[in-house]
């Protein structure tokens, strides 16, 4: 039984206006456990917290109840004194007789009474409580960046700048991600290129950033502070710190006629390669599907050109074991395949194109060297339709395409059609739109330039069918505003693909147990609070791959993630929170139910030895719960079978108590 | 102007959901008889969201879909803008003497080619 | 191999061809139709009211018959088929529609959405398989540029169909392509030719009708192909000047059964 | 107002990042409701075992109501939709028990929802006061 000590505070006239707090002292006096009850003014004063301390002393107390406002007010105040009246700071418990009883009762007497009763709930909960230390886990000093995109790039430069080692891992051969395949950026187009590969300089400068590119991550243990991750580098057949990317053997590789993933399939590329031209790191690497070396063992070229002598034809797959403190998601984004959407006649036509296809047209260094042109027969085209919302907003009975909106394309999209009237005046551009949505720092203004300065049809309506006859590409569509069905005979259309996801995601949401949406976008911890931290401690979010995002906003996450990184790597050691579940092993059945409810990946199974009545020994499986990572929601508590899982501070027997002491 | 009866009986027959459409036109790029329809397949819809019915009702319009259900298909929301046609066209069929087609119609359309099934269709599209 | 046939009121009139070379193929296949006895017409479309039950009776009564013998139950023409599948599809979801229907199938007994509904061409690709199909071939069409009209009823609605990808089927080139013959694949294969509307706005199933003969001559063709009796008359009535013909037919041909019909 | 009047006893669980602010945001405006509701503090609503509802029926409660964030909104991602989903069992076989199914209730009250939070109880307590007293699961060798 606890020595409790009962302090009733006024508030002023707060409390005292409506509860009799004298009667309340005097009422609590007798509940069991209770040795000493007073009422004050301001028990949150220093007189007050002064007067506690003393009681403390004075009655030997080890279990205190303040009975004044919200525990969310002065909850943490009070755990502050008895801390420093040498009690552990969890053997306080508040009534909350001021939000919840003077202030919206207005009788003396009932509220009284319900003041009475709170203070017997908060007393019966305090004679259980125990004393609770907050655990403590080291740090270890290093994070992990997974996906080498702008996300990534952005938010490892930004936590080597203060001071901390990154590592980024990127399954690519190249950093650089989507924004290194993109010609200019809206709405101030400068172009990407320019804008991007000095940042990727920086990070293969940077002697506190490594890069693991071509590799993946394929394994995560551990938990916040303490990640232990395994990191597979795929053999590339080149030694990457040898290579110096002098592009002889790409020169002379004669397996030439390889879709360049770079240019999205619209030209080749030679079975060894560099991406392209400011690819970091500058090392080639051997396409093993298409090297006639690895695959029939005959060739050898370009281990005959490299004069470093890089080429190892030998290389295996490599895995890493590496410690970190915090992990940073930057997996990014793809367009969707155009498989569902053939209305549009995309694998009927070469001409049918996504944006980020006519991206590269337009890129002076892709695969037209920058020049407008159809991809069937190299011609200039004269007219063309863009099509927005392929395959974004649809309802989920459409059975295709996704849900949300893809955001990014309203835009790259008027930037595609400013960009096409202004170097080719002679060329129609029509947009069909559902609605153009620019809301984002000079991004209508940037959009109405489109239309007003350079002349590019904007057409509220969809395409129905594009229907590929002859050299032309049929264009059936509605405008909506005229209410006519539209033909228009075009050159070159393109579809503003979704976005979605990158594939690597899933799998590695379930490595790092961090939730995900049903379209695989990774969770935040709350939507608005905590939007670059996903529920998982430790774990970070930087990118697309939390929601369709365009530059400027990855970039701020990116900065906001890696901002949360430091602060986490600042700290030496952490200090949890001690109101976290544990598991009675001898009650436990090992039965997996706890692990399912658990947002936060923070229970896993352990094989245990137990003593049997016969002296066996018998080896059980039972539930364990890693506290450094248990928000302590108690989601498990209640699922589990066999009542072996309990909350620290909200265990069963506490507030089964309270209920008892209110219906008393 | 806001025919609520009529519009239930509408979201009833046809089961179809009007308040999915997002407005995109789709149904309209899409239909092959929309030269031919004074009001068009998206304004099927929009127009029984809106309650706005006794117009569909007396259009030819309802006589011009082919059910061909492309635009059931194609609709990104799944408003299924044929079905709305076929109950809009149901309502007006089935009040008495209002069939589109009378089995005199039928020596004009007859040739030596004609397949049973155009006859067959047609009544069960146009007549009740 | 034995499944339920339902041929449908053209095909037993105007549309012959459809039927008898669907017949000989199917023997040389190994499969055997039998025919359901007293089938009643599946009223040409579906209608896609939620209250109309009497105009779904027939179906479901043909379905019922292939139900009780525990056989997929087989259509050739296109409109019967898509009949047939819809209003299988709503027995199975529909169940305040199902219980309508019961209501009136006191006699043969209630029907819940059992039978399995096969296309003729789903019957070659999923039951005899396009294989075995290829090794029964002994005229191979080598050489001759055939394209696919699909039209619309086969595809869709594709929630209920499911027979292809709606927008960009490949079954009918696969068939092609088994029979030995190039396919030619054209955009406008599963746009409507008008169906029914021939029966009022004649000029408007001929627009429709050209312009798809165009894409398809665009494309190459030297031939179409259909599976629906209304699809051809259309294309045919337009004015097509290069043949329109019932795959059944190119089948026989393929397999060598086609000279044997002419009587 | 009547002396001998019926007064019912509530139980309220609510949850510590949302209810119970709103609780609270109740307690700042000023907002009355009646006395009969005694809230009970849990860190997420998904912490109330179905075994903590059964023992205030049992110990006389006359209701109880559980309050947490509103869907998609839970501090701890899902709590709420466990708590839904359990409450709903729970609720259902207390009805089929005979405590009616008005006396047992899931709210969802954010941290700005004071007003709500307010309304909620004067609703429910008029409700349960309107059923009268639960004796369904009374253990009667709680009663002294």
Known sequence: MQRVGVFVCWCGSNIAGTVDVEAVSEALKNEPGVVFSTNYQYMCSQAGQDMIKEAVKEHNLTGIVVCSCSPRMHEATFRKTAAAAGLNPYMVEIANIREQCSWVHKDILTGTEKAIILGKAAIAKVNLNAPLTPGESPVTKRALVIGGGIAGIQTALDIADAGFPVDIVEKKPTIGGKMAQLDKTFPTLDCAACILTPKMVDVAQNDKIRIFSYSEVTDVQGFVGNFEVTIKKNARFVKEDICTGCGACVEKCPMKKNPNEFNLGMDNRPAIYIPFAQAVPKVATIDPNACTMLKKGKCGLCSKVCTAGAIDYTQKDEYLQEKYGAIVVATGFNPISMDKFDEFAYSQSKDVITSLEFERLTNAAGPSAGKLIRPSDGKHPHTIVFVQCVGSRCDACAQKGKEYCSKICCMYTAKHAMLTRDKYPDTEVYVFYIDVRTPGKNFDEFYRRAVEEYGVKYIKGMVGKVTPEGDKLKVQASDLIANKQLHIDADLVVLAAAIEPDKSARPLATMLTASMDTNDFFTEAHPKLKPVESPTAGVFLSGACQGPKDIPETVSQAGAAASKVIGLLCKDKLTGNPCVANSNELMCNGCSACANVCPYGAISYEDKEFRMPDRTTKVRRVASVNPAVCQGCGACTVTCPSGAMDLKGFANLQIMAEVDAICK | ?128 | MKVSYFPGCTLKNKAKDLDIYAYKSADVLGVTLEEIENWQCCGGVFTTANDEVATKLSSVRALKYASDKNQPLVSVCSACHNVLKQTNYAMQTNTQFADKVNRYMAEDGAYNGETEVYHYLEMLRDLVTFDTLKEKVVNVLKGKKIAAYYGCLLLRPNTVMKMDDPENPTIMEDFIRALGADAVVYAKRNECCGGYISAQSPETAKKNSQAIIENAKAAGAEMIITACPLCKYNLVKSGADIPVVYFTELLAEALGVKEDTNE | MQVNEYKPLIVAFCCNWCSYAGADLAGNNRLNYPADVKIIRVPCSCRVNPMFVLRAFQRGADGVIICGCHPGDCHYTSGNYYTRRRMAALFSMLDYLGIEKERTRVEWVSAAEGAKFAATMNDFVETVTALGENKRLEDLRCKK
């Open chain 2, 1 to 128: 102007m806001n025919n609520r009866y009529l519009q239930k009986e509408i979201l009833r027959i046809s089961g179809a959901d009007v308040s999915k459409c997002m407005r995109c036109g789709k149904c309209s790029g899409t239909c092959p008889a929309y030269d031919e329809m004074e009001y068009h397949p998206h304004q099927f819809a929009n127009m029984v969201e809106s309650g706005d019915i006794e117009p569909l009702l007396n259009s030819q319009s309802l006589y011009k879909c082919l059910s061909c259900f492309a635009c059931i298909d194609r609709c990104p929301r799944g408003v299924e803008p044929a079905k709305i046609v076929e109950a809009v066209r149901l309502l007006a069929t089935r009040k008495q003497g209002a069939n589109h087609m009378t089995a005199n119609d039928v020596p004009a359309i007859v040739d030596e080619d004609t397949p049973q099934q155009l006859l067959v269709s047609a009544f069960r599209k146009y007549t009740k």
